[in-house]
């Protein structure tokens, strides 16, 4: 059993200012914004914040009531908050693991359900997979970013990413499936089915296909979306 006196666990716990400028990771499981301006935030990812802060839902927006259509049209529960002032903001999602990616003019598409922030300035917009939407429940959407400046996204543990070629597609499965290069358009298809022989879904494995030149990100864990009312 690990034991330390309040001074230590205060001590060991605290944060770590290590300078690193708008976006900070306090561990691998918290990101601390030093914020000055505003910045887009995945909604109910905050856990503290100190500072002159204010947090505005993207759906009463200027301009984003048509994102934020679309995504209630997914049947997603992802909606983002815009976090303006002077401050520090912390976030996190669930325990998952944070990893920050610093734009530099590209593009990425992101599951709605991954991205935690991103720095306003960069465009941004919701992509539906209608194809997918009657296959799954609840379909999925994703979130295209490009620009210049930094976004976090999240997944459970550690993310693997995977080099796709003209000669060597990639295949995933959608619901470990995080990011992708702005540059692929993944198609879906139906597998009938290792699954149904395992004992998992309803009998049809829906598989994402990447084809082109990029990379696809994943996660070792299987996120499972649900219908929104």
Request: proline share 3%; net charge neutral; aromatic share 10%.
């Amino acid at each position: 059993m690990t034991r330390f006196s309040i001074t230590d666990f205060v001590e060991k716990t605290k944060e770590k200012d290590r300078g690193e400028g708008l976006f900070e990771l306090e561990g691998d499981r918290t990101l601390e914004i030093n914020l000055d301006g505003s910045v887009w935030t995945k909604m109910g990812s905050m856990i503290a914040y100190r500072g002159d802060v204010k947090f505005t839902r993207e759906g009463v927006l200027e301009g984003g009531a048509g994102k934020f259509l679309k995504k209630f049209v997914s049947g997603e529960g992802t909606r983002l908050t815009k976090a303006v002032g002077k401050g520090a903001v912390y976030l996190a999602d669930s325990g998952k693991k944070i990893t920050i990616l610093d734009l530099q003019g590209d593009s990425i598409f992101v599951n709605g359900n991954d991205i935690l922030a991103f720095q306003d300035g960069i465009v941004w917009d919701i992509k539906m997979m209608r194809k997918v939407t009657a296959m799954m429940s609840g379909g999925l959407f994703n979130i295209k970013l490009e620009g210049k400046g930094m976004i976090a996204i999240t997944t459970h543990y550690d993310p693997l990413t995977l080099t796709v070629s003209p000669d060597n597609p990639v295949i995933t499965d959608p619901n470990a499936t995080v990011a992708w290069s702005g540059s692929l358009i993944p198609e879906f298809k139906t597998d009938v089915s290792f699954k149904t022989f395992v004992g998992r879904g309803s009998g049809e494995s829906i598989q994402m296909v990447f084809k082109g030149k990029g990379f696809v990100v994943v996660q070792p864990y299987e996120e499972i979306y649900f219908q929104t009312q």
